[in-house]
Structures are given as structure tokens and as C-alpha cells.
């Protein structure tokens, strides 16, 4: 089995510092692709879940955020169009819904 995992990690800067060469150290130890390797564990059954080698990342400042799904007022009022379907079920308003909202997301890198 495999999963596909997407996670933002907090660094202590205790640790690593944040000096241009403490920095430059750090990205050429996490870009090591023979000797770092990314583990998934989980506490509760006390084991390592999976890990892997093969892994992508970017350093992120203090001030950088996630990317955010801007949507127009116009995609919203179509949304709500779907949701709101006299014909249809509460369920398949909800689904439908949802399947928009589901490609609105895939799109977010298009439009960034």
C-alpha cells in the first residue's frame, strides 16, 4: 500500500540557526537524497508507519503562508446555485456542491 502525504513541518531554529551558511548547511542536508530520509510514525502503535527518501520540500519564512483559494463572488453565488437545486435532494445539492468547490481547488495553481 502507499499514501501520498502533504505536510508543513516546524523547524526549531534552536537547532538549525538561521545564519546564511547555518542555512545553506541545512538545505544540502535535506536535499541529501542517500541519507535523509522522511519517517511517518505513529505513537500509538509505536512503530514507523512508512518512510521514504524521495521526498519534496521548500523552506518557508515566517511570513509565508499556505496558498489560499481566492473565489470570486460570482463562484460563490454558482455554488450556491447548485446547493440551493429545487430539484434535486439535499444530498446531491451537497454533492454537486462539493464536486464544484473540488475542481475550484484543482485549479488553484492555474490561477496563482
Known sequence: MK???????NIDENVYGTEESEMEWFREMIADKENTMLILHSNDIGDT???TFDFDWEILND?????????SDEEIEKAAANLANP????TDNFIE???WYREQLKNIDKKL
Do not use: F, M
Request: negative net charge; hydrophobic residues 40%.
Open 3 to 9: 499514501i501520498k502525504v502533504s505536510a508543513v513541518l
Open 49 to 51: 508507519i512508512g518512510e
Open 63 to 71: 511570513e509565508a503562508q499556505l496558498p489560499q483559494q481566492e473565489i
Open 87 to 90: 430539484n434535486a435532494d439535499k
Open 97 to 99: 456542491g462539493a464536486k
